[in-house]
């Protein structure tokens, strides 16, 4: 195929066009974009090289001169979506609160972009979003008192929370529009069953967790608070 490497690269050491000739007529940026649209309007298998040079109006081969591999587009991809973080010039000073507002940048860019959760891949990880986003990261944990290796892996403990709670979210929302019936029905139905079964007097303790809290959860809440059990692991001493 036109343009394929023989030998391992990054696409991002690779020039914007193989070879000489005139000035590229689009670039990476350009394409990222159009293979963005088609992912948040069809999801990530609707990502073709021929439907993304049919976005941009050029033949598919040609596109190959810009891009040598399906698995660079996704790069691109990823990379664009890492670029809608909007990370202040400094930190504020309080890590826990930059560490949050990071996690809900994160979640709000993962809901815009669904297609992301298939290529969360540390693969993509360095790629320039990226590591603008980690430089910042690490910045806003300049205040605490742990090696870098520590602090990496804080970062990816609140990304995996992050993409975990989404995946629950987007997957639960996937269902709901999938029913037959409205989601109260739904809904309606299981809290009775829920209710008779509870009431069996089988399962004592799941009658008291009900009793204590009968709902409804503030998912928000939870979101917050799995964030908040994340950071406070790395403020005490090993085994404690």
Request: glycine fraction near 8%; include cysteine; charge should be negative.
């Amino acid at each position: 195929m036109a343009g394929r490497p023989a030998e391992p690269e990054v696409i991002w050491a690779r020039p914007e066009r193989a070879g000489r000739g005139p000035r590229p007529a689009y670039s990476r940026a350009d394409i990222a974009a159009a293979a963005v649209r088609i992912a948040d309007a069809g999801g990530i298998d609707a990502v073709t090289m021929r439907q993304v040079a049919g976005e941009l109006g050029c033949g598919t081969m040609s596109l190959y001169n810009y891009v040598p591999r399906k698995e660079d587009l996704y790069e691109l991809m990823v990379d664009a979506a890492g670029a809608e973080y909007e990370l202040p010039e400094k930190p504020s000073g309080d890590w826990r609160a930059d560490m949050l507002a990071l996690a809900h940048q994160a979640r709000a860019i993962m809901h815009r972009h669904p297609w992301m959760l298939r290529l969360m891949s540390p693969v993509y990880g360095f790629s320039p979003s990226a590591m603008r986003y980690l430089e910042y990261s690490l910045s806003c944990l300049d205040g605490l008192d742990l090696p870098y290796g520590q602090k990496m892996e804080m970062v990816a403990m609140v990304n995996g929370v992050v993409t975990t709670y989404v995946a629950n979210e987007l997957s639960t929302a996937e269902r709901t529009r999938s029913l037959p019936w409205s989601e109260e029905r739904e809904q309606a139905v299981r809290i009775a069953y829920l209710g008779r079964e509870i009431s069996s007097g089988r399962y004592p303790r799941l009658a008291a967790a009900f009793t204590e809290d009968a709902g409804p959860i503030d998912l928000d809440a939870v979101f917050d608070r799995a964030l908040a059990r994340v950071l406070d692991s790395f403020t005490r001493p090993p085994g404690a």
